[in-house]
């Protein structure tokens, strides 16, 4: 894809502020606006979830219905399913990374605090603990930015997204913070409550298409106001 992933979003499309709370309460406002498409997008996409194998292409259906959605277009389930056969293969490879990623990270952190399998003094442990916590809290975010970000790109490409959703988190590290908060909030209610999902997870789906739009349209002023910069 090359850089295309930061061209310029269409106006329609330009988000009204990249802070994070307005993120926050613009997707509360756009998953209400679109409250019945949303939430029998999600009930899909749980009830696919349970089944295990068409999870994926359902996730991808309710991410596509949550761009149109947040551009103010058609929220059909005609445009689930388009959304879920464009989109479904491509997050099963985005869902096998994103469990790989996280199993190896919590059995690292379960290792390196087990001192009967662990030959680790336990003072550089928790070091070595921290070290591994930071970097699951980065490898969250990317995962939370990774489909969307395919989502807004032309000829998606998994390494480019992976690489540029990676750098989203690390160049907005509080945003992220921010929302991780929200999410863990949201699943912590989802694991009492399960049915709760189909609520949890087209409103994720909606956060993280605003996130990334905002996101993305402020790195392109940074880098254009760095242009302008080096040609003055």
């Given at each position: ?105 919590l059995l690292n952190i379960w290792f390196y ?112 106001a760095r242009e302008v910069a080096e040609d003055?």
């Amino acid at each position: 894809m090359g850089d295309e992933g930061w061209a310029p979003l269409p106006d329609e499309r330009k988000p009204p502020s990249t802070n994070p709370f307005v993120i926050l309460w613009e997707s509360l406002k756009c998953f209400y606006d679109e409250l019945y498409p949303l939430m029998l997008g999600g009930t899909i996409a749980f009830v696919a979830s349970l089944l295990i194998v068409p999870g994926p292409f359902a996730i991808a259906g309710l991410w596509y219905l949550a761009r149109q959605a947040r551009d103010g277009r058609e929220t059909t389930l005609r445009v689930f399913w388009e959304g879920a056969k464009s989109y479904g293969w491509r997050n099963w490879l985005n869902v096998l990374v994103g469990a790989g990623g996280f199993a190896l990270l919590l059995l690292n952190i379960w290792f390196y605090n087990n001192p009967q399998v662990s030959p680790i003094p336990p003072v550089y442990a928790r070091w070595l603990t921290l070290a591994w916590l930071i970097l699951l809290y980065l490898w969250s975010g990317l995962c939370f930015f990774l489909l969307p970000f395919q989502l807004e790109m032309e000829r998606p490409a998994f390494w480019d997204s992976l690489k540029k959703a990676l750098f989203l988190v690390l160049l907005f590290p509080f945003h992220w913070l921010l929302w991780l908060i929200v999410e863990a909030g949201l699943l912590y209610l989802s694991l009492r409550m399960p049915p709760l999902l189909i609520v949890a997870l087209p409103f994720t789906a909606v956060l993280s298409m605003l996130a990334v739009k905002a996101l993305i349209e402020e790195v392109r002023r940074r880098q254009a106001a760095r242009e302008v910069a080096e040609d003055s």
